[in-house]
């Protein structure tokens, strides 16, 4: 991909050296920026892209140039871009979602959540952008907005897997175990399941005590997360909590294996393995 946007780099130039600053109705330099900035040379693509004349400075421009902005961590400069694009052509749904994460940048976060609810008042059918929109709610502390916003992510587009995730530890969060089985159990007929759905489960069922579920989605995730500390340490206590000393002590000693400094830990294989 990146050679073919070399290849019209090249091409541009060839049109400049021979006196051209626009082609078919198409400006160079802003032709330039955009190449450079889909090869990943920022730098040199803002220098094009500022160099666009007005008239030439479509809403695909300016887009890219905050893109671009943002790419190189000049926020202020971006934030500043995406919002006069918004004043001249609110329709453009594409610098909402990119605005909002200029302003999460710099821990905006009630700035950046009013600007998805203008992108969702233009997009209101972008399953993404309620997910979006979700993630910052986060750091607010509203959880029946963020639980509003997963909601429809999840309906609009009921397969996408990271929705699913996010809408499941966000459940896990607010202690609603029911809904979390219900989201998640017509994932584990797919051929391929993401194993972080079964320790979702099992973490559901552990809570509401059936450890036969919980024990049977624990030991699918194992598969996948052995060496996973924070894995295995809820393992441990689902072990502890459910009754199987034996099968405790073993993962226990398995974990300690990974974090060695884990005095709290020790302290209860020592208590077992006295006892």
């Known amino acids: 991909m990146t050679s073919r946007f070399d290849e019209a780099i090249q091409y ?5 050296r021979n006196g051209y600053t626009e082609f078919a109705k198409v ?26 004349s007005p008239e ?12 671009t902005e943002l790419q ?5 400069t971006a934030i500043k871009t995406f919002d006069e694009l918004i004043q001249d ?31 969702l ?27 509003e916003y997963l909601k429809k992510a999840h309906e609009l587009d009921p397969d996408n897997l990271t929705i699913n995730l996010d809408y499941s530890n966000f459940l896990l969060h607010t202690h609603d175990d029911e809904g979390n089985i219900k989201l998640l ?19 559901s069922y552990q809570r509401l005590e059936k450890f036969d579920l919980a024990g049977k989605y624990y030991r699918e995730a194992a598969v996948t997360y052995s060496e996973n500390p924070t ?21 226990l000693k398995h974990y300690l294996k990974l974090v060695p400094t884990d005095d709290e830990m020790q302290e209860l294989l020592d208590e077992y393995e006295e006892y």
């Not at 190449?35 to 220098?47: P, T």
């Not at 159990?185 to 320790?199: K, T």
Request: glycine share 6%; charged share 25%; net charge negative.
């Open 231 to 251: 894995f295995l340490k809820e393992l441990v206590n689902f072990y502890r909590e459910s009754g199987d000393t034996e099968q405790m002590v073993e993962e």
């Open 121 to 147: 008042a233009v997009d209101q059918y972008n399953a993404r952008l309620y997910a979006q929109a979700a993630e910052v709610t986060s750091h607010l502390g509203n959880n029946k907005l963020m639980d």
């Open 185 to 203: 159990e017509p994932l584990i007929e797919e051929d391929e399941v993401d194993p972080q759905i079964y320790w979702n489960l099992a973490r």
């Open 12 to 16: 541009y130039f060839e049109l400049i």
């Open 27 to 52: 400006n160079i330099a802003g032709r330039l920026g955009i190449c450079y900035a889909q090869s990943g040379q920022f730098k040199q693509a803002l220098g094009y892209l500022k160099q666009v």
């Open 89 to 119: 052509d609110s329709q453009y749904a594409s610098v909402y979602p990119e605005l909002a994460k200029a302003y999460v940048k710099e821990n905006k976060y009630q700035q950046a959540l009013k600007t998805l609810q203008e992108g």
């Open 72 to 76: 190189l961590g000049e926020i202020a």
């Open 56 to 67: 030439y400075r479509t809403s695909d421009i300016r887009f890219q140039t905050g893109l």
